[in-house]
């Protein structure tokens, strides 16, 4: 059946990612390694069934802690803001490896497909994978606390654009990074030096926030009019703790806003990912093409060398040296191209 | 009319060495064209530029006037790619790939039906289209890979090696189609290490070496000016290759 080219893109990806039609043979026809099946279907069991109430009680016990002060608005705020943290740091690694060590971006470009498409179906699927994340840290607390609060349908129907776009902002904020700066660092040539350095990173970023993050909001808390402000005005808590993180205060801004100003929300918190996900395509499309082929580059270059390194030493056949096996073990595509 | 069009083209990997050094040429529509060399001439860096995976260091590459790297989607829109290795989403089966190559090319339901049907057939792919990729044998991956690329019936097939993995009765199947299609006026550029094929279904031929052109024309010109030799013979002669001086006695020394 003939399908739009986007959609058959995007969905092409999720399915070969999580390779649904090959769990679908193995489980359903053939009816190999049920056992996995099973398993999952066990674990989750068990985790909805003893863990979901302790969760939700707990839940619903911090909603109940935060509307005695009046500030039921930042428990949603660190909801979106913890989903958000968690999106930032898996991210990253999703965002590489889908974008430069996949190997079906040899295919991708050899399709009549701008790179912009392939641009945009491979951040949704970095998307699709951390909405994982949100379906376990943000979901709940967003329909826990509908419940208890037995909120509006404009609630329900902002809590599905906040869910969806929760990991858009990670996303994007990745993408505008990364993908300028593989221009000039080969992260094919550095896989593993890449993982070890980003690892560091996030860490002395998480640091470097908690950091900020608390000075911030003790500096906010020390001060007796703020205090008093804040006490009177819990949106304003809301603002401070969300400057660090503006979906988030937008986000809630549109969930329990005053009035008609919640459409306005929503409608803002839409267009900041909409339009952020537009500026993450655009450079993207700048730098992405190009830095592309020069990762085809690289890899077309190694084999090259290899291959040079093999014909040097074809008049002395027996002067094989380790650096030589080496350089063979780690290119085993030269033989298929003999 | 020319289909491809190569000039003045150069790729370098790392500075100062050139994989492939000021080629031109000029492919024509209704021709079989044959590109020879041997294992690291740049073969395979020629091909993946036309067909825009990699970035021409110098020089500009044209597919039915389209230039691959200003207009790279139209000119991909006219070629039928194969790899010299096939890559495929292993985790789809068979068909799904397929369906999913035809959305890209926008094939119509009918036309994806047909030639779905028809090249499965003549391949003998057919009853494995349901199964999932992975479990394909080397020679079932190529000819998947041959059907994606002939499924949207592009002017241009741009073929890596083709027959490589592929049993007699395909590779023989294949010839034919190569031959079917220049004969409707469209063209068949591909490489490939099998001399007899180069004789007997190439209008025209090139031999690359190091990177660089050693001759362009047609395989009796190319014959007749080595003194009617083999193809293998003349080969080996274009590409000064030392094979036939090879002692392998010590093969058996121990």
Redo the contacts between chains.
């Keep these: 059946m003939k399908q739009n080219k986007m959609i058959s893109l995007i969905l092409t990806l999720i399915n070969a990612h999580y390779g649904l039609s090959k769990k679908r043979v193995q489980y359903f026809k053939e009816k190999k390694r049920l056992w996995e099946f099973f398993l999952l279907l066990g674990v989750f069991g068990f985790l909805f069934i003893f863990i979901g109430p302790l969760f939700v009680k707990l839940q619903g016990m911090m909603i109940d802690q935060y509307r005695q002060v009046g500030l039921e608005g930042l428990f949603l705020n660190n909801a979106i803001l913890i989903t958000g943290m968690f999106g930032f740091f898996l991210g990253i690694y999703l965002v590489i490896n889908e974008f430069f060590f996949t190997k079906d971006l040899n295919l991708l470009m050899s399709l009549p497909l701008k790179p912009k498409e392939i641009l945009g179906a491979k951040s949704f699927l970095v998307m699709i994978d951390l909405l994982w994340i949100s379906l376990l840290f943000l979901l709940p607390p967003l329909v826990i606390f509908g419940v208890k609060t037995g909120a509006d349908i404009i609630y329900w129907i902002t809590m599905v654009f906040v869910l969806v776009f929760s990991q858009a902002f990670p996303v994007i904020i990745q993408m505008i990074v990364l993908l300028p700066i593989s221009r000039y660092i080969n992260f094919g040539k550095y896989k593993d030096f890449l993982i070890y350095f980003m690892s560091i990173l996030l860490v002395v970023v998480v640091i470097g926030f908690q950091f900020y993050a608390t000075n911030d909001l003790a500096g906010y808390q020390l001060s007796e009019e703020k205090m008093i402000e804040m006490l009177s005005n819990p949106q304003g808590l809301i603002s401070q703790a969300g400057k660090d993180y503006p979906p988030a205060s937008i986000g809630v801004k549109a969930l329990i806003g005053e009035g008609f100003q919640r459409v306005l929300w929503l409608f803002l918190f839409i267009l900041m990912h909409v339009t952020g996900f537009y500026f993450a395509l655009f450079i993207g499309e700048k730098t992405y093409y190009k830095t592309y082929l020069k990762f085809q580059d690289h890899y077309n270059g190694k084999e090259g060398k290899a291959n040079q390194l093999i014909f040097e030493h074809s008049s002395d056949r027996f002067s094989g040296t380790d650096c030589n096996l080496f350089v063979c073990n780690k290119q085993p595509g030269i033989s298929a191209n003999i | 009319m020319r289909v491809i069009s190569i000039h003045d083209f150069s790729k370098s990997?790392?500075k100062g060495t050139f994989?492939v050094k000021n080629i031109s040429l000029e492919i024509r529509d209704g021709e079989v064209f044959g590109f020879l060399g041997p294992?690291?001439a740049g073969k395979?860096?020629t091909i993946?530029s036309i067909?825009?995976?990699?970035?021409p260091t110098n020089g500009s590459i044209t597919v039915n006037g389209h230039d691959i790297t200003k207009a790279?989607?139209?000119a991909?829109?006219q070629i039928g790619?194969v790899?010299?290795?096939a890559?495929?989403?292993?985790?789809?089966?068979g068909i799904?790939y397929l369906?999913?190559?035809?959305?890209?090319?926008?094939?119509?339901?009918r036309q994806?039906r047909e030639r779905i049907t028809k090249l499965s057939e003549a391949f003998k792919l057919n009853s494995d289209l349901v199964?999932?990729i992975?479990t394909y044998s080397h020679g079932m991956r190529q000819k998947l890979s041959l059907i994606s690329a002939l499924m949207h019936n592009p002017a241009v097939w741009i073929l890596d090696e083709p027959i490589v993995g592929l049993d007699p009765e395909s590779a023989f199947r294949l010839k034919k189609m190569m031959k079917s299609h220049s004969e409707k006026g469209k063209t068949v550029f591909f490489s490939t290490h099998v001399m007899e094929i180069v004789e007997k279904i190439c209008d025209r031929v090139a031999i690359i070496s190091k990177g660089e052109l050693l001759f362009v024309g047609t395989v009796e010109k190319l014959k007749k000016n080595r003194g009617d030799s083999t193809m293998e013979e003349v080969f080996l002669e274009v590409t000064k290759s030392e094979a036939e001086q090879d002692d392998f006695s010590y093969l058996d020394a121990y």
């Design positions: 990997y790392s994989a294992n690291g395979s860096t993946k067909v825009g995976l990699l970035n790279s989607v139209q991909k829109y790619y790899p010299d290795e890559v495929l989403m292993e985790k789809l089966k799904e369906n999913f190559i035809a959305d890209m090319y926008q094939v119509s339901n994806r199964k999932t992975d």
